[in-house]
C-alpha cells in the first residue's frame, strides 16, 4: 500500500506542470481572440510562430511534438529535447508562398542525467515592398520580417530509479519575439512541454505542450496576443521500421484540428538509411480550394548527417518546399 501511495503521489507531481499548462490556456473573458474558434481567425499576432520548422515534421502533416528527438524540438514540444542523445545543430530553408522564405537554426546538447538544453533562432521574410503616400506614388521600399529567439530545457521531474523511459519529462523555453513592418514592436513569451512515460512495451508516447502562453505585439495603435497552440501529441512505434504520429492542435485564434503522419525507415547499409514520409491535416479544410492539407517528404541519414525534404501544398495559394539538414557529434 505505501508503494502504490508513493507512486500516486509521483503521478500527481508529474501531472502537476500538465494542469498549470491548462490553467494558463484557458481563455480569457469571452471575446472571440479567446475562443478557439472560426470568428477568432485572423485575431492573433505573430502567425510566423505556427510555421512548422523541419522537413521532418512537415512532411509528417505537421503531427511530429511526440516523436521530436532532435534540435527542432525546440519548435514543436521542448520536453522533445530529453531525447537528445549527443549534441544537434539543425537548419532549414523554405521558400514560402507569395516570395516569402522562413529560415530556422537550432543548437541542442545533452548534459547527461541532468537533462538537455538548446537556443533557436525562426525567422520570417515577407520580401520587399512599395511604400506609397494616398495617393499611390512610391516613397521607398521596406522589408518587413518576423524574428524570435528561444532558450530550452528539458529534465526528468520523476521516476530516477527507473529507466528514462518510464519518467516524466518537463520542458521550457522562454522566447523572445520581434515583429518588425514599417515600426517595430517585441515581446516575451514562453512554451511548456510534458511528456508522459512510454507504455505497451515503450511502443506508445504521449505529450502536451502550451505554446506562446504570453506576449503581445503591437502593430499601429492596435495590440493582439501572440498565437496561443495547445498540443496532444501521440506516436506508436510499430517496429523500428515504422513510426505512426498524431497531433490534436488547438489554436487560441481558430478551430481546433487533427494531424496525423507516418514515417517508414528503409536500411541501406550499417551507417545509412533512408527515410519516407507522409501526412495530412484538417486546419482550415474548408478555406482554400485545390489539393491541400497533405504533405509529402523523405530523408537521408548518413552516420551523424541527416538531410530531409517536405512538400506541402496549399491549394491555390501555391506550394512550400523545406529543406533542413540535422548534424550530430
Not at 491548462?22 to 472560426?38: D, E, K, M, V, Y
Not at 494531424?259 to 551507417?271: N, Q
Request: aromatic share 12%; hydrophobic share 40%; net charge neutral.
Amino acid at each position: 500500500m505505501k508503494k502504490r501511495s508513493r507512486q500516486n503521489i509521483s503521478f500527481a507531481a508529474a501531472l502537476l506542470p500538465g494542469l498549470l499548462l491548462c490553467i494558463l490556456a484557458l481563455p480569457r473573458g469571452s471575446s472571440a481572440a479567446g475562443g478557439f474558434n472560426s470568428g477568432a481567425a485572423g485575431t492573433s499576432s505573430g502567425q510566423f510562430l505556427k510555421i512548422a520548422a523541419g522537413a521532418r515534421g512537415a512532411a509528417l502533416g505537421e503531427a511530429y511534438s511526440a516523436l521530436a528527438d532532435d534540435a527542432f524540438a525546440l519548435d514543436w514540444n521542448p520536453a522533445g529535447l530529453i531525447n537528445i542523445k549527443k549534441n544537434s545543430m539543425a537548419v532549414m530553408h523554405a521558400p514560402y508562398l507569395a516570395g516569402t522564405f522562413a529560415d530556422y537554426f537550432a543548437y541542442a546538447e545533452t548534459t547527461g542525467e541532468v537533462g538537455s538544453w538548446g537556443v533557436a533562432l525562426k525567422y520570417m521574410n515577407y520580401g520587399k515592398m512599395n511604400r506609397t503616400d494616398s495617393s499611390g506614388m512610391v516613397l521607398g521600399t521596406f522589408t518587413p520580417y518576423d524574428a524570435s529567439i528561444n532558450v530550452g530545457f528539458a529534465c526528468y521531474i520523476t521516476g530516477f530509479n527507473k529507466d528514462p523511459e518510464e519518467r516524466f519529462v518537463l520542458g521550457a523555453t522562454g522566447k523572445f519575439v520581434k515583429s518588425q513592418i514599417l515600426s517595430d514592436d517585441n515581446t516575451v513569451s514562453a512554451d511548456i512541454g510534458l511528456n508522459l512515460p512510454y507504455m505497451f512495451d515503450n511502443r506508445f508516447h504521449m505529450s502536451l505542450t502550451a505554446q506562446n502562453i504570453m506576449g503581445t505585439l503591437r502593430y499601429d495603435k492596435e495590440e493582439a496576443p501572440l498565437p496561443l497552440i495547445l498540443r496532444f501529441g501521440t506516436v506508436t512505434k510499430f517496429s523500428e521500421y515504422f513510426n505512426l504520429t498524431g497531433d490534436i492542435i488547438a489554436s487560441r485564434d481558430n478551430l481546433p484540428f487533427l494531424a496525423m503522419g507516418g514515417e517508414l525507415k528503409l536500411p541501406i547499409y550499417e551507417d545509412m538509411d533512408a527515410a519516407l514520409r507522409a501526412g495530412f491535416n484538417t486546419r482550415a479544410i474548408s478555406d482554400v480550394g485545390g489539393t491541400r492539407n497533405v504533405s509529402f517528404g523523405g530523408g537521408l541519414r548518413y552516420t551523424g548527417y541527416q538531410l530531409d525534404y517536405a512538400f506541402s501544398p496549399f491549394g491555390d495559394l501555391g506550394s512550400v518546399h523545406r529543406v533542413s539538414a540535422i548534424i550530430t557529434f
